[in-house]
Structure formats: structure tokens, C-alpha cells
């Protein structure tokens, strides 16, 4: 069965960083590419960022130069660090490989 745990979020100022974790178990990341996505209040799910299978990653326009996603196939963890987050970021964040889920972690930019 798998599964995928998101933590790392919390409550940061604007200007501030998170770095989001996803562990994945019962499936080994290595041979997937991995999305995250985010969810505010009253809004629709928005695709953030994917990282390849060989690493190379792509990222939602509104976050490109702030935000990196990153893995470590030994941990079987997949990462994505949050830089200069601003009040927009505000959300539940998801990862994703295929049809499986975590159920998110919230983060929230505000002073």
C-alpha cells in the first residue's frame, strides 16, 4: 500500500522559508516522478512543481526563483523548499506520485 507523508508546514512572516517534506512508503520514489500541489480556502488546486525521475524539475510561474523541489531517493523523501513566501502561498500542500496523495500539510504566510 502507499503512502505519502507531507510535514514541514506551519505559520512563517512574510519573507520567510518552510522546507515541506513527502514520505513516501510501500513504493519506491526513485522510479517516479513526483508533484506537489496546493489547495487554498475557496480555491481550486493548483500544480506547484514536479521533479523527473533523473531530477530535472519544473515549476508553476508563480513560484519559479522561490521555491525548490528536491529528492533523496535514499530517504525515499521528496522535498520543497520555500523561499520568500508571501501571503499567496498560503495553502495545503500536497505531494503526488500517480493517483496517491498525502493528505497535505498547511502553511500560512501572514504577520
Known amino acids: 500500500q502507499v503512502q505519502l507523508v507531507e510535514s514541514g508546514g506551519g505559520l512563517v512572516q512574510p519573507g520567510g522559508s518552510l522546507t515541506l517534506s513527502c514520505v513516501a512508503s510501500?513504493?519506491?520514489?526513485?522510479?517516479?516522478?513526483v508533484d506537489w500541489y496546493r489547495q487554498g480556502a475557496g480555491k481550486r488546486r493548483e500544480w506547484v512543481a514536479t521533479?523527473?525521475?533523473?531530477?530535472?524539475?519544473v515549476y508553476t510561474d508563480s513560484v519559479k526563483g522561490r521555491f525548490t523541489v528536491y529528492r533523496d531517493n535514499t530517504k525515499n523523501t521528496i522535498y520543497l523548499q520555500m523561499n520568500s513566501l508571501e501571503p499567496e502561498d498560503t495553502a495545503v500542500y500536497y505531494c503526488?506520485?500517480?493517483?496517491?496523495r498525502g493528505q497535505g500539510t498547511q502553511v500560512t504566510v501572514s504577520s
Open positions: 503526488q506520485i500517480g493517483k496517491n
Open positions: 510501500g513504493i519506491d520514489i526513485g522510479d517516479y516522478a
Open positions: 521533479i523527473s525521475r533523473a531530477g530535472t524539475h
